[in-house]
C-alpha cells in the first residue's frame, strides 16, 4: 500500500486529515493481515470516501456504549472472506468500526473501570459481568469474545446461552448481584449496524459518570494485546433459569388478572421482526390466555431483517406482514417488538373494523391512564399517599401524560431520552428506602416493594417515552418490550370488558384530558460528512434561536446544552444538545440529534383542552383533532425550509 497515495488524497481535500492519521495509527499497530489487505483494497482503488467513513474519528463510546457499523458500504474481498452475500465473514475494518479490535479496547476499559469501582465501593467478590446479545450479524461471537476477556481480567462472566431481550439482561443483573452487563445490539438501527450498551450494577444503561470512567480506562489501552491475569475467572452459561424468574415477575404486571376472561374472544397478531421477541412473546401471550398468531416468516432470527425495510415498529412497513395476517385471520389486535425486544409498536381495529396504529405516545398514555386509576380504584393509592407515587417519561414524551398525573394530584418528573435517565431515578427512589428494606429489596415481592415505596419512598406508577418504551415496574431498569406486551394485553381485556374498541378508550381520555397530538421528523446524516452537517446545525439553533416560527412568537426556549437546569425534583439535569421551543399559540417543537442513530430529530407538540370542569363533545374532539393537524402540516414546512437554510 503506497503513503504518499493517503498524503496525496489529503492534500487534493479527498481524504480528511483526521482519517489518515487515524488509518496509519491503526496500520501500525494492527498484526492483522484482514486490516492491512483490506486498507490496501480502499486505498488503491481511492475510495477516499469510504475511508473517511470508516477512520474519520474512533468510534466513540457514549453515554451508553458503543455504536457503530459492522459492515462497511463498500465489503473488500479481505472482508468478504470465504462467504458469499451478507454478512460478511468479518465485520468491518476501521476505527470507526464496531469489530474486534473495538470490543477488545472497550471490554479492557469496562474491567480497568469496574475494579475500581468495586475497591470504592466495598465489592470484595471477584466482580460478576453478565452478556447478552441480540440476532444482528456478529452478536453472538462479538459477545463470547467480550465476556472471555472479562474472564481473562480476573472477572466472571455469564452469558446466555441464546439471544435473548435487551430487558433481560437488565433483569439478569439485578437477579443474580451482578456488578455490570453488556448487550450486543444495536436496537432497530439498520442491519449494518451493531452495538455495545453498557449496564451497571442497579440493571440501568450507564450515565455518563461511569461512561467517562470507562472511557478514562479504555484512553490508556495502546493496544489490542493485553496481559491474562494468573488468576482469571470464568465465564458461566445461562439457561432457562433465568428466563422462568423473569416470566414469573412480568406476571406482577397484571393489575386485574381477572379482566382476562373478558379477552377470550380477542385474537391478536404478534411478530419479533426476525428478533429476539420470538424467546418469550409467544409464551407471554400463552400464559395470559390470548388467542394468537404470529408471522412465520417473521419468527425466524435473521440479521439481514429481510421481510422489511426496517426493523422498527414505530414504522407502520415494519408492521405490515402482521397487518395482512391480522386482515386474513380478523384478528382485532397486532403487536410488533424490535430487534432486541425492547420497544413494542401496536395497531388496532376500530368500530368502523379498520386496524389503525397507535404512536407511541398513545400506547404509553393509555398505560400511565390505567394503571394511575386501577392504583386509586383499588385504594392502593390515595390522597394520603400519592405524594409518594410518581409518572416519570422524557422532555419529549407527550405531555398528556402529566395533565394525567396532575388530575390524579400524582407527581411527574421529566427526564432526558433515554431509559437510563427514567432507570437512574427508580435507583434513586431505592435507594431513598430505609437501609433494613433496601437490603432485602431485591428479594422483595413486587407487592412488598410497592408497599415500602408508599410508606417511605417513591412507588414508580410508569415510566415511557414516546420512541414506543415503557416500563411498569421496578424489577427492570429498561424499557420493557415483553412487559409492554402484558400492560397491552391487560388494556386489551379492559376495553372488551366494556365492549368499545381501543381507539373509542383512547378518544375517552382525549374527551376528558384534552387532545394531544405529537410528530416526529427524523433527519439522516451520514457518513463523516453527514456527522458535520449535524455538528453545524445544532451550533445554528443553539447560536442563533428562532424568534418567530411559522408565524407565532417564540415565549420560551430551553436550552438543555447548558447543564444547568434541574427538573421537578430539583435534581441537576445532565447537558444535552437539546432545545425546547415553545410558541405563543401553543405549539412547541424540540430539536436534538440521536445519541445512537446519524440523524436530527425535530418533536412537534400541540394540543387543544376541553373548558375546566367540562369535557370535549365528538364534535369538539373531532374539530380539535383536524386543527391541531393541520396547524403540524404548516409548521413542517417551516421547519424544513428553516433548516435547509441554517444548512446553506
Given at each position: ?7 496525496a488524497a ?12 487515524n ?6 499497530s ?20 469510504e475511508?473517511n ?37 468479518f ?5 470507526n ?14 474491567v480497568?473501570?469496574?475494579k ?6 466495598g ?8 452478556f447478552?446479545?441480540d ?8 459477545a463470547?469474545f ?8 480476573g ?16 433483569f ?39 461512561a ?10 495502546t ?14 452459561i ?9 416470566l ?10 381477572e379482566?382476562l ?12 421482526i426476525?428478533?429476539?421477541g420470538?424467546v ?5 401471550l ?12 417473521q ?10 425495510k ?14 395482512d395476517?391480522?386482515e386474513?385471520?380478523?384478528a ?13 409498536g ?7 373494523g379498520?386496524?389503525?396504529?397507535l ?7 393509555l ?9 386509586f ?43 437510563k ?5 427508580q435507583?434513586?427512589?431505592e ?8 437490603a ?15 410508606q ?23 424499557k420493557d ?8 394485553a ?16 383512547m ?7 384534552g ?30 434561536p428562532?424568534?418567530?416560527?411559522d ?34 399559540d401553543?405549539r ?19 394540543n ?21 393537524s ?6 413542517g414546512?417551516?421547519?424544513?425550509a428553516?433548516?435547509?437554510k441554517?444548512?446553506?
Open positions: 500500500m503506497s503513503l504518499e497515495k493517503i498524503d489529503v492534500a487534493a481535500g479527498d481524504l480528511l486529515e483526521a482519517s489518515a492519521t488509518l496509519k495509527s491503526y496500520l501500525s494492527s498484526t492483522s493481515m484482514l486490516d492491512g489487505s483490506s486498507v490496501s483494497e480502499l486505498v488503491e482503488s481511492g475510495e477516499w470516501g475511508l467513513d470508516r477512520f474519520f474519528k474512533h468510534v466513540s463510546f457514549g453515554t451508553s456504549g458503543l455504536r457503530g457499523r459492522t459492515i462497511g458500504r463498500l465489503v473488500t474481498k479481505a472482508e468478504q472472506g470465504a462467504t458469499t452475500g451478507t454478512p460478511p465473514e465485520p468491518c475494518v476501521g476505527t468500526a464496531m469489530n474486534y479490535t473495538a470490543l477488545s479496547r472497550a471490554t479492557q476499559g469496562l480497568k473501570y469496574l475500581q469501582w468495586a475497591q470504592e465501593n465489592v470484595t467478590e471477584r466482580p460478576k459481568v453478565v447478552a446479545h440476532t444482528r450479524h456478529y452478536s453472538r461471537p462479538f463470547e467480550c465476556a472471555q476477556i472479562v474472564a481473562d481480567l472477572c466472571d462472566a455469564f452469558l446466555f446461552d441464546s439471544y435473548r431481550p435487551t430487558p433481560e439482561l437488565s439478569a443483573i439485578r437477579h443474580l448481584n451482578a456488578h455490570a452487563g453488556v448487550m450486543h445490539t444495536a436496537s432497530h438501527n439498520p442491519p449494518h449496524d451493531n452495538g455495545y450498551k453498557v449496564y451497571w450494577n442497579e440493571g440501568d444503561p450507564i450515565i455518563s459518570e461511569i467517562s470512567g470507562i472511557i478514562a480506562g479504555i484512553d490508556t489501552i493496544g489490542t494485546d493485553f496481559q491474562k491475569t494468573s488468576d482469571p475467572g470464568t465465564v458461566t445461562l439457561d432457562s433459569a433465568i428466563d422462568e424468574a423473569y414469573t415477575r412480568l406476571e406482577d404486571l397484571l393489575l386485574q388478572p379482566l376472561e373478558k379477552a377470550k374472544g380477542l385474537k391478536l397478531v404478534f411478530t419479533a426476525h428478533g429476539t420470538s418469550h412473546g409467544p409464551t407471554v400463552e400464559r395470559l390466555g390470548f388467542d394468537y398468531l404470529t408471522v412465520p416468516e419468527d425466524v432470527p435473521d440479521g439481514n431483517f429481510p421481510t422489511v426496517s426493523p422498527n415498529p414505530e414504522n407502520a412497513e415494519a408492521l405490515q406482514m402482521a397487518l395476517l391480522a386474513k385471520e380478523g382485532d389486535i397486532v403487536m410488533g417488538t424490535d430487534p432486541d425486544c425492547d420497544r413494542l401496536v395497531a388496532v381495529r376500530d368500530g368502523a379498520k386496524m389503525t396504529l404512536s407511541g405516545n398513545q400506547i404509553g398514555s398505560m400511565a391512564w390505567y394503571r394511575t386509576k386501577v392504583f380504584e383499588k385504594g392502593i393509592i390515595n390522597d394520603a399517599n400519592k405524594d409518594r407515587s410518581v409518572i416519570v417519561k422524557t422532555f419529549v414524551t407527550t405531555p398528556l401524560q402529566e395533565v394525567i398525573a396532575d388530575a390524579y394530584g400524582v407527581p411527574t418528573v421529566e427526564t432526558l431520552t433515554g431509559f435517565y427514567i432507570g437512574g431515578k435507583g434513586k427512589y435507594r431513598s428506602l430505609p437501609d433494613d428494606i433496601r432485602k429489596y431485591r428479594s422483595m415481592t413486587t407487592t412488598e416493594q410497592r408497599e415500602a415505596h408508599l417511605d419512598g417513591k412507588f414508580f406508577i410508569f415510566g415511557g417515552e414516546e420512541s414506543y418504551g415503557y416500563l411498569g415496574a421496578d424489577f427492570i431498569r429498561d418490550g415483553n412487559g409492554a406486551v402484558v400492560m397491552f391487560e388494556l386489551a381485556a379492559y376495553a372488551a370488558s366494556r365492549d368499545i374498541t381501543l381507539v373509542d378508550l378518544d375517552e381520555v382525549y374527551r376528558e384530558y387532545f394531544f397530538h405529537e410528530l416526529t421528523k427524523n433527519v439522516q446524516f451520514d457518513g463523516a460528512a453527514g456527522a458535520e452537517e449535524m455538528k453545524k446545525l445544532v451550533a445554528s439553533f443553539q447560536q442563533n428562532p424568534t418567530e416560527v408565524g407565532s412568537k417564540v415565549t420560551q426556549v430551553r436550552d438543555f446544552s447548558t447543564g444547568t437546569l434541574k427538573d421537578s425534583e430539583g435534581d441537576l439535569i445532565p447537558a444535552e444538545n437539546m432545545l425546547i421551543y415553545d410558541l405563543e401553543g412547541t417543537f424540540a430539536v436534538r440529534p440521536s445519541g445512537t442513530e446519524p440523524k436530527m430529530k425535530f418533536y412537534f407538540f400541540g387543544r383542552r376541553p373548558a375546566k370542569g367540562t369535557q370535549f363533545t365528538d364534535d369538539q374532539l373531532a374539530s380539535a383533532k383536524a386543527e391541531v393541520k396547524s403540524f402540516e404548516s409548521l414546512a417551516w421547519i424544513d428553516d433548516r435547509e441554517r444548512l446553506s
